[in-house]
């Protein structure tokens, strides 16, 4: 039975993803029809908190955007990737990166890839070998970010064995171990662009290529007012976030056995609710002190984006979350002598989860109460985090087909067979590494 049940799982997955937009949640919740109706398999409880967490965050980052804070940030990062441009193929992965993780998202990346190809093409670097590393620094950001979803999930699944902060001490130094050997694969990846026969037959036509060289950097509008004041208060709510984590005797404590989404059994506010209550109130602040209209934070892109991953992750979660639960007696007993033995086989679950899922968030959420449950230390559940990065495998995921796009030159592209495509390389040797590095980090700061 377990197999129909998992098979119906897939198709739901699979469909979904090629419906893209909201079409992983609304197929989450057909199978989760199936499940609770054909099978009598009873509902887990849906992911709230991650959902919340999502909602307010990118309504935080949509409301910076709105008031000129990510064209700010955009424009201090083309300073930054526009410095060395022989050096692109290093400085753009660690410029999105850092820009990820302070926002808590990789959406942000949508604005930085056409400088990227840009920049790399005036410089006849293959666009690809920027590109591809890019976009998957920037997947990379989501597990180690203080304010995304996927972190907040980790922390609160792990019910303060493991702070905030030290989570982060320990994902972002993986992470840039991995990006770095991401950036040694793709260094010379592909022939060089000045012998592309791709680029060269473009370079046959004379607009084509006087629009290579021209320079689109100062054809900009000013920026608004308040941008710079938007940047410090998110800045600002970012590290009091942090601090709460690291401190969290700075909180309020209640009466315990009052349990709620807010509040734990004994009494304490649980970090989930804390991003929250941050985020949404920097949100206003920056509404306030740069005079953001509420509509236009609606009209932002990012706000669209977030709409979208609360859909997607409401149904998959609550679809995959259901079928764990009640399959968990025959998943422990098959997984269980293999994962006790060699801990970190676990990481391929998670990794292979992430491919179906396309969401950081998600696949925590399904898959680390299992981990607990396997009897993985939580140490070792925070090294394997930067392997729920696995939404690279199958090129569906908005970032790569936007780097796709950005390429003018034709080098970054997908394959023939599908998987054989700019960011696979990168993308395997960036997450591999980033878990391994994570075990070595965890056994010396945890």
């Known amino acids: 039975m377990i197999w129909i049940q998992f098979a119906i799982l897939l198709v739901a997955i699979l469909i979904g993803a090629r419906m893209k937009g909201i079409g992983l949640g609304v197929m989450g919740m057909v199978a989760l029809m199936i499940f609770v109706f054909v099978f009598r398999m009873a509902p887990a409880d849906p992911p709230i908190d991650v959902m919340l967490i999502i909602l307010s965050v990118v309504s935080t980052a949509a409301t910076l955007q709105a008031a000129g804070g990510m064209e700010y940030m955009v424009r201090l990062a083309e300073k930054v990737l526009r410095s060395k441009p022989s050096l692109i193929v290093l400085i753009a992965p660690l410029t999105t990166f850092v820009f990820s993780v302070f926002a808590g998202t990789a959406h942000i990346t949508y604005s930085l890839l056409p400088i990227i190809a840009e920049v790399s093409t005036k410089k006849r670097i293959r666009p690809e070998r920027a590109l591809s590393i890019s976009v998957i620094a920037s997947h990379l950001a989501v597990t180690a970010s203080p304010i995304s979803a996927a972190t907040a999930a980790l922390v609160s699944i792990l019910g303060g064995a493991i702070s905030l902060p030290q989570v982060i001490m320990v994902s972002i130094p993986a992470c840039l171990v991995g990006i770095l050997c991401g950036v040694a694969v793709c260094w010379k990846k592909g022939v060089e662009l000045e012998r592309d026969p791709v680029f060269l037959e473009k370079m046959k036509d004379p607009e084509f290529a ?118 968990q007696a025959i998943i422990e007993s098959a997984l269980g002598n293999m994962v006790r033995s060699a801990p970190w086989t676990f990481s391929i679950a998670i990794f292979l989860l992430s491919m179906l899922l396309f969401s950081q968030a998600a696949t925590t959420q399904a898959l680390a109460p299992l981990g607990l449950a396997l009897g993985i230390s939580p140490a070792h559940l925070v090294a394997m985090f930067p392997g729920a990065n696995g939404d690279f495998v199958l090129p569906g995921y908005p970032t790569l087909l936007a780097a796709i796009n950005f390429d003018r030159t034709g080098s970054t592209h997908i394959g023939k067979f599908l998987v054989n495509h700019s960011f696979m390389i990168p993308g395997l040797v960036a997450v591999g590494m980033s878990v391994a590095a994570g075990f070595f980090f965890a056994s010396i700061l945890l």
């Open 210 to 327: 006087k629009s290579i060289d021209l320079d689109t950097s100062a054809s900009r509008e000013p920026l608004k007012p308040g941008a710079k004041t938007a940047v410090a208060i998110f800045g600002l709510a970012v590290l009091l976030i942090v601090m709460v984590g690291a401190f969290p005797k700075m909180l309020p404590t209640f009466e315990p056995g009052h349990a709620n989404l807010a509040i734990n059994n004994l009494g304490n506010i649980k970090m989930a609710a804390m991003i929250e209550l941050i985020m949404l109130s920097a949100a206003a602040a920056i509404m306030i002190f740069t005079k953001t209209t509420a509509e236009s934070v609606s009209k932002a892109s990012l706000f669209t984006a977030g709409a979208v991953a609360v859909i997607s992750v409401f149904g998959v979660v609550w679809m995959s979350a259901t079928f764990m639960q009640t399959n």
